[in-house]
């Protein structure tokens, strides 16, 4: 069948070892993809965004203004993924490219990596492994503790922390919670009002929140002197919220008992790149290179989450999901009348929406639906119009001043 576009000129870049989910849902579509195994350098992606229509990165892949401003073909962007700081939201926005993520598809992983490192830093499991690969058989019980009536704390109460609440007090953990918003606790889970007492109170504190400025070097040298002694730390969310060498000193003068971490302030850019941390060497320390949400389960899960948000958005124009963009919910466009849909991103100011139906209405079509959303400094507006000559319409909406971006589908 015709389409506004062929389907199979729309090239659909996929970097950094997505699931083949993706690419497999991208193909059954009509849809042109490439599928690379790592991050490319900046130059190389710069060149590769000038004919790109649909993007898809993971955590690696940074996408800068200035490379957002060298992709003119750019639709849409896929972070398969939770965290979306390695996209520079505004500037995508400003050209009409709604971000794409998967906020929730991994939590049970990280969860389930989060308890198994509570019990492994109890029972001082890495260090009696690494001393039997040695040839040393330790069979002292000391400093290995059950979890059970032990207190964890965490930082942050959204989809992961909240799950490994759950799974912490099914093995018998008290769990307490600090969050800056008001959250519903799950079972016996009990919020704190503050930081500290969370952390004067907890044998195992565990970090489960985004990367802001609020959150950066949220645990330093003032409050790991708030922690109990002997007790653990562990980081599956940022690395950024950890004050590493803090951490390390801390450890080696017995303020702390261990400490697992997943994420780190500076991250190698793949295997070639020798990775370095004050933590290096130290006793009862699991370190871990970013897999939290590094699961069979959990990778096809965000491949096929994200890519039908991002079919959705090039087939329909619905952005539910979008990060940084209005979010409309759009229907299928009606099958039997073939109508053209119109999807038009603007700056929010007083009178585009008049302008768009005073033109439409020159042409000489009739519209029969309209979805529209706004945010402070940007709109986003659906128009459905009866079968008429596309070209003219859009034309005419590049020509108004306040249009950041215009497509027509049918």
């Given at each position: 069948m015709d389409t506004s576009?062929?389907?199979?000129?729309?090239?659909?870049?996929?970097?950094?070892?997505?699931?083949?989910?993706?690419?497999?849902?991208?193909?059954?579509?009509?849809?042109s993809v490439r599928s690379l195994p790592a991050s490319p350098s900046n130059a190389e992606l710069r060149s590769m965004l000038?004919?790109?229509?649909?993007?898809?990165?993971?955590?690696?892949?940074?996408?800068?203004?200035?490379?957002?401003?060298?992709?003119?073909?750019?639709?849409?962007?896929?972070?398969?993924c939770i965290g979306t700081d390695q996209v520079d939201l505004q500037s995508a926005a400003s050209h009409g490219i709604p971000v794409f993520n998967s906020p929730f598809c991994n939590t049970r992983s990280v969860a389930e990596l989060t308890i198994a490192e509570i019990i492994a830093l109890s029972r001082q499991l890495l260090p009696k492994s690494v001393a039997m690969h040695a040839g040393a058989w330790d069979k002292s019980a000391a400093g290995c503790h059950e979890v059970r009536g032990k207190t964890l704390g965490l930082i942050g109460y959204g989809h992961i922390g909240s799950q490994?609440?759950?799974?912490?007090?099914?093995?018998?953990?008290?769990?307490?919670?600090?969050?800056?918003?008001?959250?519903?606790?799950?079972?016996?889970?009990?919020?704190?009002r503050s930081l500290n007492e969370l952390l004067s109170q907890s044998d195992f504190v565990?970090?489960?929140?985004?990367?802001?400025?609020?959150?950066?070097?949220?645990?330093?040298?003032?409050?790991?002197?708030?922690m109990k002694k002997g007790a653990f730390l562990i980081n599956n969310a940022r690395?950024?919220?950890?004050?590493v060498p803090a951490l390390a000193e801390a450890l080696r003068s017995g303020k702390l008992a261990g400490a697992a971490?997943?994420?780190?302030?500076?991250?190698?850019?793949?295997k070639d790149e020798p990775f370095r941390s004050e933590l290096l060497g130290l006793p009862n320390v699991i370190l871990t290179p970013h897999i939290g949400g590094s699961t069979a389960e959990a990778q096809?899960?965000?491949?096929?989450?994200?890519?039908?948000?991002?079919?959705?958005?090039?087939n329909r124009g619905s952005t539910t999901g979008s990060v940084n963009t209005p979010q409309v919910e759009l229907p299928d466009q009606p099958g039997d009348r073939r109508?053209?849909?119109?999807?038009?991103?603007?700056?929010?100011?007083?009178?585009?929406?008049?302008?768009?139906?005073?033109?439409?209405?020159?042409?000489?079509?009739n519209i029969s639906a309209e979805y529209l959303r706004t945010t402070h400094d940007l709109g986003y507006v659906v128009l459905d119009v009866d079968p008429t000559d596309a070209d003219p319409i859009l034309q005419g909406l590049r020509a108004v001043p306040e249009t950041i971006r215009v497509r027509v589908l049918w």
């Open positions: 576009f062929p389907k199979d000129k729309i090239n659909v870049l996929l970097l950094e070892s997505i699931h083949p989910a993706a690419a497999s849902a991208f193909q059954d579509d009509g849809f000038a004919s790109t229509h649909v993007l898809g990165i993971r955590s690696k892949t940074s996408l800068s203004a200035d490379l957002l401003a060298a992709a003119p073909k750019l639709l849409c962007v896929g972070c398969f490994v609440s759950v799974l912490a007090e099914s093995l018998g953990l008290r769990v307490l919670y600090h969050d800056i918003i008001p959250k519903l606790p799950l079972g016996n889970a009990r919020q704190v565990s970090l489960h929140v985004p990367s802001t400025p609020e959150t950066e070097n949220l645990i330093a040298t003032p409050q790991i002197q708030q690395g950024s919220c950890v004050d971490l997943d994420v780190f302030p500076h991250e190698p850019s793949g096809q899960a965000i491949a096929e989450d994200v890519a039908r948000k991002l079919l959705t958005f090039v109508a053209h849909r119109i999807l038009h991103f603007h700056r929010n100011v007083p009178g585009v929406l008049s302008k768009m139906h005073g033109l439409i209405a020159t042409l000489g079509a």
